[in-house]
């Protein structure tokens, strides 16, 4: 990982549908729905902790959920920045708070995504 702010590096392609759609394939259309409203749900609670938190414990609770719930959608950018994040978070007793903001941009990509997808079905 470069030592550039996590989230700024994330490239257009933030979301690998193909990796959802397998699992909306898996749980069927009425999970599926069920599914994005839940992920919906987590993003934005994740995302407004991110923006107010100014506790380390309970950001790293926070990027912890956010590194399982962007593994677990496909999107693998986030997920990498989160995880350094995450790294930073342990390492550091004061993280520069920019880096945790960072990440708030490529939240929001994904909360549009789901949203549209969600819309869609």
Known sequence: MTSTTPGAELPGQDLDESVLLRLFDLAGPVQTVEILDRLVLDLRAVQEALARGRDVMALRRQIHA???????????????????VGKLLRDEPTPPR???TALLPAIQRLIDRLTEMRAAR
């Open 98 to 100: 920019e880096r945790v």
């Open 66 to 84: 956010l590194t399982g719930i962007a593994g677990t959608v496909g999107a693998m950018p986030l997920h990498q920045s989160a995880l350094a």
